[in-house]
């Protein structure tokens, strides 16, 4: 049982270039989300997932792009990089708000992207 | 507006010294209060939840208060030790917002021998 795992680690970008950050989860969670830190400032939602073939918007979604085609993989893209999304990135998964305590988030390990 | 602050930002501590750490929140309607630990390079992990009925939750040497009435809540670390160094955010859930989870911006404690 992994857990949630998440691709890459680090990443280092050029403005303008794209890439895909993958999230996967083995708990079979309905919600998966995606957030960035940053320093200085709480964890903020970027989009999440209420379940398979859903998506919707955070509290910072532009500049992003996410797809949750399989219940257990979430996937955020960056489609021009800009040096303003220099962050850390996590993902994270739980079960429905309906579960009441169960849903606890479980978090990913993070991936750290750099745009120059 | 919700919000979540927690106090100190940061904070150093003798091994072996008690700390306690701050949460004040104005998320309504409350749903719960988790407390996470987030060591450097890695995700935060859950250390207590708390509802609104409960008032003190421990977990080791880890002890969680939660007053409702005042929207506050604190997290007790008892006899630190260095692996106790890590940031500590405290997150709040609403009812009825779907999965809606608001976050402080975390206090970061350093355990010095």
């Known amino acids: 049982n992994a857990g949630v795992t998440q691709t890459p680690k680090f990443r280092v970008l050029k403005t303008g270039q794209s890439m895909t950050l993958l999230c996967a989860q083995d708990?079979?969670?309905?919600?998966m989300y995606w957030y960035r830190q940053d320093p200085g400032m709480g964890l903020r939602l970027i989009h999440y997932?209420?379940?398979?073939?859903?998506?919707a918007k955070g509290e910072v979604p532009d500049g992003y792009n996410v797809s949750r085609l399989k219940k257990q993989n979430f996937l955020l893209g960056l489609e021009s990089a800009a040096p303003s999304q220099t962050s850390v990135y996590f993902c994270?998964?739980?079960?429905?708000?309906?579960?009441?305590?169960?849903?606890?988030?479980?978090f990913g390990p993070g991936t750290r992207l750099t745009v120059l | 507006k919700n919000q979540v602050e927690q106090s100190p930002q940061s904070l150093i501590i003798l091994e072996g010294k008690n700390c306690t750490l701050q949460?004040?929140?104005?998320?309504?309607?409350?749903?719960?209060l988790r407390w996470y630990k987030q060591d450097t390079g890695r995700g935060p992990v859950s250390l207590t939840i708390?509802?609104?009925?409960?008032n003190t939750k421990s977990n080791g040497r880890y002890t969680a208060t939660l007053d409702a009435d005042t929207k506050q809540s604190s997290l007790h670390i008892t006899a630190s030790q260095l692996s106790d160094s890590a940031s500590y955010i405290c997150?709040?859930?609403?009812?009825?917002?779907?999965?809606?989870?608001?976050f402080g911006t975390g206090t970061s404690l350093t355990v010095i021998p």
């Open positions: 708990m079979n969670h309905e919600y």
């Open positions: 994270a998964s739980s079960y429905s708000s309906r579960q009441g305590q169960r849903n606890e988030q479980f």
């Open positions: 949460c004040n929140y104005t998320v309504s309607p409350f749903s719960n």
């Open positions: 997932s209420v379940g398979e073939g859903t998506t």
């Open positions: 997150v709040v859930s609403a009812k009825n917002t779907g999965n809606q989870f608001y």
């Open positions: 708390m509802t609104f009925s409960e």
